[in-house]
Every structure is written in C-alpha cells, then in structure tokens.
C-alpha cells in the first residue's frame, strides 16, 4: 500500500488546515486509516483513526476540534483540524493498517509538517 499524505503548512493559532491522504496499491476492505502525529523530542501519537465501517476515534487532545473523514471511491482519508493551536505543531503521518483474516500489516506515509505559530 502506498500513501500519498498532503496539506500540510504554516498557519496561525486558530486557524485551519486540511490534511488528505490517499491509499493506492495493495488495499484492502477490511482496513484502518488515521493520522498520528510527532512532535520534536517527543514520542508519535495517534490523533485520529477510522474504519473501513466509519467508525472514528481521536485523542482527547484533539476532539471537538479535529474531525476525521474518509472518501471510499477515491481510498482518501481527511484530517480537518479546526481551532489549531501551537501545541498542535508536529510532523503528521498518514497509517493504513491492512487486516486479512488474523492478520495486520500497517503502511506508514511520509510524515507533512504542521506549524501553527502562536
């Protein structure tokens, strides 16, 4: 599976920014998307998953401000991040978690970089 992560940049403390990833190649219906994050000298951390069945799930940090999306017929997923804050700034990653039967394979993107300038 291959990602295609974009929609990074600069922006100010509460503004927005859309995050699109698309997933082409060896893709699965069974399956996760979601965005984590890492921010300098810290560790990644989820910030939001969904389901192949649209089932979400974000980190406290980020709910009411973060809404996770996902277009079946284009294999996107979204990451809409209103109300940005500096704390927010981070290198996002785009991961797509590949079930067969017992199975799990995950697919990391190359990460786009979030700054959000207080």
């Known amino acids: 599976v291959q990602l295609q992560a974009s929609g990074g940049g600069l922006v100010q403390a509460g503004e927005s920014l859309r995050l699109s990833c698309a997933a082409s190649g060896s893709t699965s219906s069974i399956h996760v998307m979601g965005w984590y994050r890492q921010a300098p000298g810290k560790q990644r951390e989820l910030v939001a998953t969904?389901?192949?069945?649209?089932?979400?799930n974000y980190a406290d940090s980020v709910k009411g401000r973060f809404t996770i999306s996902r277009d079946d017929a284009k294999n996107t997923v979204y990451l809409q991040m209103n109300s940005l804050k500096a704390e927010d700034t981070a290198v996002y990653y785009c991961?797509?978690?590949?079930?067969?039967?017992?199975?799990?394979?995950?697919?990391w993107g190359k990460g786009t970089q979030v700054t959000v300038s207080s």
């Open positions: 991961k797509y978690m590949r079930y067969s039967g017992s199975t799990r394979r995950d697919f």
């Open positions: 969904v389901t192949s069945g649209g089932v979400t």
